[in-house]
């Protein structure tokens, strides 16, 4: 299964509600996770199984899809969130999409 | 805590092997199952391979087949990918990471190791 980020380059400004896309070319029947990766860092497990938020990470993170299209919210963007975001489908071999970057405005 | 180090990395010719070794601590390694997952510079991730909690079951990606070996001594924590016939394309940090609970997601990820395979 191929993943599809979208966009692959997202600036937004502190505060604001942001929405990055993962597209499966097949049905990931919700066997999906994010990652977050910042600059140098290893990757850093956000959302599990589609929507299920991996202990200790902060609760303005949140993810939602079905079938072939997932999505990974942040309610409230903080300086902080400043990464590279990627998903990752384990339903048919295990892939990664190509990440979107999140870049404060 | 949970740690995992990786170390082995550097500089190597193609068609030539180098092992990798990643070290965990923090928790029962042989409970585990762990993966590697490598990422070529400035490109996205790839799932390399993954051994069982107790090495009797080994899973690798295609394009590394009969060329990398991923295996572990649950007696020293220690997790190590042999890779043979190296090629420029296998050029990429290499990360160890952990699957929990035998889910194939990785909770936790070591800080990674460089790999150049280069003439």
């Known amino acids: 299964i191929q993943l599809t980020q979208s966009p692959s380059l997202l600036s937004a400004s502190v505060g604001d509600r942001v929405t990055l896309s993962c597209k499966g070319s097949?049905?990931?029947?919700?066997?999906l996770a994010w990652y977050q990766q910042k600059l140098g860092e290893a990757p850093k497990l956000l959302i599990y199984?589609?929507?299920s938020l991996q202990t200790g990470i902060p609760s303005r993170f949140s993810g939602s899809g079905s079938g072939t299209d997932y999505t990974l919210t942040i309610s409230s963007l903080q300086p902080e969130d400043v990464a590279t975001y990627f998903c990752?489908?384990?339903?048919?071999?295990?892939?990664f999409g190509s990440g979107t970057k999140l870049e404060i405005k | 805590e949970v740690q995992l180090v990786e170390s082995g990395g550097g500089l190597v010719q193609p068609g030539r092997s180098m092992k990798l070794s990643c070290a965990a601590s923090?928790?029962?390694?042989?409970?585990?199952?762990m993966a590697w997952v490598c990422q070529a510079p400035k490109k996205g991730l790839e799932w390399v391979a993954t051994?069982?909690?107790?090495?009797?079951?080994?899973y690798y990606r295609d394009s590394v087949k009969g060329r990398f070996t991923i295996s572990r001594d649950n007696a020293k924590s220690t997790l190590y990918l042999q890779m043979d016939s190296l090629r420029s394309e296998d050029t990429a940090t290499y990360y160890c990471a952990r699957h929990p609970n035998w889910d194939p997601w990785f909770d936790y990820w070591g800080q990674g190791v460089m790999v150049t395979v280069s003439s």
């Open positions: 051994i069982s909690y107790d090495g009797s079951s080994t």
């Open positions: 990752y489908q384990y339903n048919n071999g295990l892939t």
């Open positions: 923090g928790f029962t390694f042989n409970n585990y199952d």
């Open positions: 199984n589609t929507n």
């Open positions: 097949q049905n990931i029947n919700n066997y």
